[in-house]
């Protein structure tokens, strides 16, 4: 990391006026159907961002050179840690709740597998996709998952390709929709809140921090308990999620991709 590029006055400046302006913009509640779309501060940053990426539009590396933006990318998540000391804080007060939520909270990580289930038939069925439909949608495709993937197939093979680019999107675009939907589905008022805020634990900081903060801002009054559910999640997530998706979610993808009339899987392919 080269810290020359980190210190330039050029992004530091870019980060604060894009900060002052999502905040000042503030949240926006608009009516959708049955709920109500939160627009938090994170939407307009985001937007802001992908104005401002010299890698989209050239004429921005006036503003933000690349070297400079590449540079910043591992910022990313030393600006989140503060986020998850908070989870910390917030878990030691509310862990009577957390305990009364028994199994539910334990469990909760076979919720995933509904991506597996929801997404595999889509992509063989519609989208026609080979074997990439397995690595794109046994998991939530976060690091851990790869891991898996990298290690039974290699990245290079078509589980590994369809791993990646859903990692990839989800990096892009995942923080942006977690705080949407999060919010909307909030707004419904159908399920527990507290459940959709297990349900944020997914494995990835960025993406908890922006669905928890969503949550919190639809019932502030649940605020400190939202947020303790959603890091408690989190970290089971972390613990659990790996064997989940080694022992039980790969293989259903595996067996499921057979039974939908998917190609042969070919045998173990380790990358030289």
């Given at each position: 990391?080269d ?5 330039d006055?050029?992004?530091?400046l870019t980060?604060?006026l894009?900060s ?9 509640r ?5 709920g109500t ?6 939407f307009?940053a985001f937007?802001?961002g992908v104005?401002l990426?010299p890698?989209?539009f050239?004429g921005?590396q006036?503003?933000?050179p690349?070297?400079v933006s590449?540079?910043a ?5 030393i600006?989140?840690?503060p986020f998850?000391?908070?989870f910390g ?6 862990i009577e ?5 028994g199994?539910?909270l334990?469990?909760q990580e076979l ?7 929801l997404a595999?038939p889509?992509?063989v ?7 990439e439909a397995?690595?794109?949608?046994y ?16 990245l290079?093979s078509?589980?590994?390709?369809g ?6 999107v989800?990096?892009?675009?995942g923080?942006?929709y977690?705080?949407?939907m999060a919010g909307?589905?909030?707004s419904?008022?159908?399920l527990?809140?507290?459940a959709?805020a297990?349900a944020?634990?997914?494995g990835?900081g960025?993406m908890?921090?922006a669905?928890?903060?969503a ?5 502030p ?6 947020l303790?559910f959603s890091?408690?999640s989190n ?5 659990t999620?790996?064997?989940?998706s080694?022992?039980i979610?790969?293989p ?9 009339g998917?190609?042969?899987?070919q045998?173990?392919?380790h990358?030289?």
């Open positions: 990391m810290m020359k590029l980190l210190l006055w050029r992004l530091h980060v604060v894009a002052l302006l999502a905040e000042a913009i503030g949240i926006l608009i009516p959708l159907g049955p779309l939160l627009l938090l501060p994170l307009y937007l802001i104005l990426n890698h989209l050239s921005m006036r503003i933000i690349k070297r590449n540079a990318g591992p910022l990313i998540m600006s989140i840690l998850i000391a908070k804080s917030t878990i030691g007060p509310a709740q957390i305990i009364a939520a199994p539910a334990i469990l919720g995933n597998l509904g991506t597996m289930l595999l889509f992509a069925l519609v989208l026609r996709m080979g074997r397995i690595g794109a949608t998991s939530i495709a976060r690091e851990p998952n790869i891991a898996i993937i990298s290690d039974k197939y290699g290079r078509p589980e590994g390709i791993i990646m680019g859903v990692y990839v989800g990096t892009m675009f923080t942006l977690f705080a949407l909307y589905l909030a419904l008022d159908v527990d809140i507290r959709l297990m944020c634990g997914v990835s960025s908890v921090a669905c928890s903060g949550l919190a801002e639809a019932a009054h649940l605020r400190d308990e939202l303790a890091g408690a970290l089971l997530t972390y613990a999620g790996l064997y989940v080694l022992f979610a790969l259903a993808a595996e067996w499921l991709y057979k039974r939908l998917g190609a042969p899987l045998e173990v392919r990358e030289s």
